[in-house]
């Protein structure tokens, strides 16, 4: 089965091609960075306008790459949400006339799916599986008994994982985009300072991170207030070390509670190298599995991967296939 998948939720433009649920033929991304870099993070109008001058290109450059053509093609995919409604109607609206233009079967895919079956891109995960979703925009943990089997047992209350590493390196500093280099950075300094673990102990699966985002921001301002001399990459190792214990406390309980046998973490900031760590350290009673580094940001490749196991279980959606800025699993 050869699937055309599209990708255009937030500031990446991606067209894969994959096969049988498992292999990526091609998978073109074109990331709006360096035009964001500027304005210190995405603007919606902006990066809609981005995505229609390279999703021609994305395409075409797809399928070459894949070595097929539209007649190999089974099955047309796209990301339906969530995200921003402009980026994702642009990839919509592409993948539409693709499919209308060559009579292909249209199927919508839940970005946070993508991300999860990142993991399992020439990979088997075993049942039930744990999906731990740190992103940009979510932070979920997700129990799976087989595939397409969605359970959220819980989420943030406020920032997002990557959301918050975004908004922490502001504060100290670190210029756009700021997780990659925050973690860079902190690879460099100790965790001398003691910040808060936000609902470490609480008896559900939600996480909170704005509390964190606020006590590191008094941190900074009082220790300049006071001219106490202090190093960025030791705060962000605090700061670290602070979000990853929550991470590896709550996900350590859901895997006793729910009988886990695979842990998979994934979105963007399963790329964070503490996180890696002290996850694959502290997780002993389940097989943990992260994406490779490139397929954690968003891409078109694992819109391809879910969309199989969609299609496998009968699920096919229509021209009528509309954008949704929130869409749960």
Known sequence: MYILSFESSCDETSVAVTKDGKYVLSNEVLSQIDIFKEYGGVV???SSREHVKGITYAYLSALKNANLTMDDIDYVAVTEGPGLIGSLLTGINAAKIVALNYNKPLVGVNHLSGHIYAAMIEHDVLFPCLALVISGGHTELVVMK?????NRIGSTKDDAVGEVFDKVARIIGIPYPGGPLLDKIGKEGEP??????PVLHSNDYSFSFSGLKSATLNLVENLEKTNTKYEIKDIARSFEEAVVEVLLEKTKKAVK?????????????AANSVIRKTLTEGIKDAIITFPAMKYCGDNAAMIGISAYYKIKKGEIDDISLSPKSRLDL
Do not use: A, T
Not at 192 to 197: T, V
Not at 257 to 269: A, C, D, H, L
């Open 44 to 46: 919606p109008e902006i």
């Open 146 to 150: 087989n595939h397409y089997d969605f």
């Open 192 to 197: 001398l300072y003691n910040l808060p673990r």
């Open 257 to 269: 509670e729910f009988g886990i046998k695979e842990v998979v973490v994934v979105g963007g900031s």
